[in-house]
T-cell receptor
């Protein structure tokens, strides 16, 4: 039972345009959401996060939006650059005695020059 | 500050064998989590250790086990390897389980 889903396995975007990566979750008790970026042969690196009490968080070219009623979050990258080409994972934090992170299956973003 | 290190980076084993993977967390981090990454499955949580105690466990068979030492270094062991165990095994460290996780580069395990 996948509690965090990224339904698009891949996405191609032209350089300079907006990239929108989507993530859906099923557990309304998740209180914190994160996006990680992963290059080949490297571990995931933290990109941006958002608390469940907010609906938007911005950091430079990256913005994460959270729609709690739809149980949906999205990552916007504007403008997209070739160096953004990577696999992006969304993750949600849940608590059941201790905190635990549930990851999505990832979306491979390709930014075309 | 040195990042999370994992050894070995690559490993080839045959079915039925066992394997031990090692993870050294960032200095000062006491929580170490292990994940399995396979194509199409994302990062599947294996277990988390904090101060030498397993605090959380994912839905993996008992063939997967781990431990943490007093210096916070952690090892993961997989016994009786199966072809389906071929994956990238990632280790992540954090100050505590409610803090941001920092990942190592992973160990690529191939089971033949």
């Amino acid at each position: 039972d996948q509690q965090v889903k990224q339904n698009s396995p891949s996405l191609s975007v032209q350089e300079g345009r907006i990239s929108i990566l989507n993530c859906d979750y099923t557990n309304s008790m998740f209180d914190y959401f994160l996006w990680y970026k992963k290059y080949p042969a490297e571990g995931p690196t933290f990109l941006i996060s958002i608390s469940s009490i907010k609906d938007k968080n911005e950091d430079g070219r990256f913005t994460v939006f959270l729609n709690k009623s739809a149980k949906h979050l999205s990552l916007h990258i504007v403008p997209s650059q070739p160096g953004d080409s990577a696999v992006y994972f969304c993750a949600a934090r849940g608590y059941s005695g201790t905190y635990k992170y549930i990851f999505g299956t990832g979306t491979r973003l390709k930014v075309l020059a | 500050k040195a990042g999370v290190t994992q050894t070995p980076r690559y490993l080839i084993k045959t079915r039925g064998q066992q394997v031990t993977l090692s993870c050294s967390p960032i200095s000062g981090h006491r929580s170490v989590s292990w994940y399995q990454q396979t194509p199409g499955q994302g990062l599947q949580f294996l277990f988390e250790y904090f101060s030498e105690t397993q605090r959380n466990k994912g839905n993996f068979p008992g063939r997967f086990s781990g431990r943490q030492f007093s210096n916070s270094r952690s090892e993961m062991n997989v016994s009786t390897l199966e072809l389906g165990d071929s994956a990238l095994y990632l280790c992540a460290s954090s100050m505590g389980s409610n803090n941001e996780q920092f990942f190592g580069p992973g160990t690529r395990l191939t089971v033949l």
